[in-house]
């Protein structure tokens, strides 16, 4: 007698658990496992520092020195492209001949510490001195 109702206990007992796991295999998110996991991709994307995946970045960002022109397309285009706030226009000889006459020590003085609107470094804060003599050779050659 004892027995069978022991059995019985342990036939509820699995019973149970076939229903929790069949509850659980409900209450997953809609979707097949490839939309699941790819809608968790970008958490598990996230580089955190110390991780190798940064390094390509990293490594991009400073392969070397950048040309003059690579330093005058990336930061004083936006200006001197179409002349800013009076910047003198990459090609304009009418712009750059007073510029030209103050002569290179002064235009290196001003590409390097800025002057008016002109920011400092031409707001590259990261570039060297090669690069940004490189970038105002690039400017003054244009209109030699
Ligand atoms: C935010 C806009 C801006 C950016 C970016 C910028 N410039 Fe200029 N730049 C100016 C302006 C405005 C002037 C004119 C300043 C003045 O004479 O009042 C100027 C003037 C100059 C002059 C002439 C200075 C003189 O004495 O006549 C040089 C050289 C120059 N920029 C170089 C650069 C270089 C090189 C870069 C990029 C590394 C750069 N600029 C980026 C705005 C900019």
């Known amino acids: 007698m004892f027995r ?19 509850w659980q295999a409900l209450a997953l ?4 496992d490839d939309e699941i996991s790819e809608r968790l991709a970008p958490i598990g994307a996230i580089c955190r520092a110390g991780d190798d995946c940064g390094q390509a970045v990293t490594a991009a960002v400073s392969s070397g020195p950048m040309s003059g022109q690579e330093v005058y397309d990336t930061f004083c285009f936006a200006c001197h492209m179409v002349g800013v706030s009076g910047a003198p226009k990459l090609g304009d000889t009418a712009d750059w001949e007073p510029r030209l ?6 235009l290196w003085d001003h590409t390097k510490n800025g002057i008016n609107l002109m920011p400092a470094g031409g707001s590259c ?20």
Not at 12 to 19: K, M, R, W
Request: glycine share 8%.
């Open 4 to 22: 069978s109702r022991l059995s019985g206990l342990k036939g509820f007992t699995a019973l149970s658990v076939v229903c929790v796991l069949a």
């Open 29 to 32: 998110p809609p979707g097949t």
């Open 101 to 106: 006459a103050q002569g290179m020590d002064t």
């Open 125 to 144: 804060v990261s570039c060297s001195d090669d690069e940004l003599r490189d970038a105002l050779d690039y400017m003054v050659s244009s209109v030699e």
